[in-house]
């Protein structure tokens, strides 16, 4: 365990919580209400969190609930003054670890500890066993994903930009969060730019920050998330989406590591590690001129391509079986398995939304199913209804999965990879980026 996380609104309890997990060897980050608690666990992710049952704004376990509901990968010790049984039975069967009355003394929470460091220690074991990676989210037994996380393990240890590419839903922001946590900045912030969800001037402003009266509406100076990454890691996710306005902005922080708040030309320097996302093939972007060529080869320094859900058949059972879990944990259900015949419709169904839609699916049927099993009924209709329409439908691919066919074809019909170029129609660089992208060994 690396970091943790108190959530507790008495001030003696988190200094003394503080300086004994400090002593330790844990990261700690405190907070005193639940809304700052929850704010606090999405950006540092901690191994372990201890919640106070009773919060000034909110119970324990509603947070508690809402940890549980994120998906990510934690141990929660609920500690509370208010030690009853039906609480402690309740913060279990939600997904707490442990629980702990106050007054506790040292050695007690020194059991805890070790217990959830035994029961992190087998849970990797037996995944080993299995074949199975999970970790930050990411659970595959997929050969071809184990391959990526391993490249992706040893970019990590470098500064160099990753670009993560692939569908929507494939767990692209998961692999940027896990990038973080193997490199040399895991102890420093992880901060995300949602470079498609803000106004072009908007976006502008998030990302290098604005001084006061930079714009109508900047009443105040404002700290640009490259700023509040310092030392850390800056996530660009959907970076095909920003406007041509701030590219050439953006490329001269990537060269120089240098930038100017809007507003203020006095030039400010960070030091961060960048990794950027796109759902969309940059290189088309650069030829219709919508991305520019040079930021392009700035931003694909180390390109990591993470494949559709379609492509990972073997994951859909794996990942099916561990959303139940948690979905269980989310409205208070007990589903044990999934029906023969509903993962066998789940099996052929191609998932254009990936792994977000198949969370949906699952969290949908844990909520609709009547008995302890999700059964093919539970299933959304667009779902269940592939099945009889799977002799046409089978045969219809996204553009992605037919240029990636071809290519194969191609390559394998073909004397050379000069060759093969010729026959598709493209440069012999384009081909060999392709190729990277795709796997195509």
Not at 125 to 131: D, P, T, V, W
Not at 256 to 268: A, I, K
Not at 334 to 348: F, H, K, L, Y
């Amino acid at each position: 365990m690396k970091k943790a996380l108190i959530i507790d609104d008495d001030r003696n309890i988190l200094t003394t919580l503080e300086v004994y997990l400090e002593d330790k060897g844990l990261e700690v980050v405190s907070a005193n209400t639940g809304i700052q608690g929850l704010e606090y666990f999405q950006k540092s992710r901690p191994d372990l969190v201890l919640l106070d049952m009773k919060l000034p704004d909110r119970d324990g376990l509603s947070v508690l609930k809402e940890i549980i509901a994120s998906g990510i990968k934690t141990h929660v010790l609920m500690i509370t003054a208010y030690a009853s049984i039906e609480t402690a039975v309740s913060a279990v069967k939600m997904g707490a670890f442990d629980y702990l009355p106050k007054p506790f003394v040292p050695g007690q929470l020194d059991l805890v500890i070790e217990r959830i460091k035994r029961f992190h220690a087998l849970e990797t074991e037996i995944a080993s066993l299995k074949g199975i990676f999970s970790e930050g989210g990411i659970i595959t037994r997929n050969h071809k994903m184990r391959r990526i996380l391993q490249n992706a393990r040893q970019a990590a240890e470098s500064n160099a930009i990753v670009l993560i590419s692939g569908e929507s839903g494939t767990g692209k922001g998961l692999l940027a969060h896990l990038i973080h946590e193997w490199s040399h900045r895991a102890g420093k912030p992880f901060v995300t730019v949602d470079c498609a969800g803000f106004q072009e001037n908007l976006l502008e402003s998030d990302l290098f920050g604005h001084i006061k009266g930079a714009f109508t509406g900047a009443v105040r100076d404002k700290i640009g998330k490259l700023k509040l990454a310092e030392g850390g890691t800056v996530f660009l996710d959907e970076v095909s989406e920003i406007p041509a306005s701030i590219q050439g902005k953006l490329l001269r922080f990537l060269q120089n590591r240098e930038f100017e708040r809007v507003g203020d030309p006095v030039p400010q320097q960070v030091d961060v590690r960048v990794i950027a996302a796109t759902n969309r093939d940059l290189d088309e972007l650069v030829k219709d001129g919508a991305f520019r060529e040079d930021l392009y080869f700035r931003v694909n320094v180390l390109e990591i391509f993470l494949p559709g859900l379609r492509e990972r058949a073997e994951d859909i059972s794996l990942l099916a079986e561990h959303y139940i879990k948690q979905a269980n944990r989310m409205n208070g259900k007990a589903i044990q398995a999934i029906s023969s015949e509903a993962m066998q419709i789940m099996q052929e169904y191609p998932w254009p939304g990936n792994i977000r839609e198949l969370i949906n699916v699952i969290e949908r049927g844990v909520i609709m199913a009547r008995g302890s099993e999700l059964i093919a009924d539970d299933l959304p209709r667009g779902i269940k209804d592939y099945k009889k329409d799977s002799g046409a439908a089978m045969n219809l691919q996204n553009l992605a999965d037919i240029e990636k066919n071809h290519m194969q074809k191609v390559i394998l019909s073909t004397n050379s990879l000069e060759e093969a170029a010729r026959v598709l129609g493209i440069d012999p660089a384009t081909l060999w980026r392709k190729r990277k992208k795709y796997q195509i060994d």
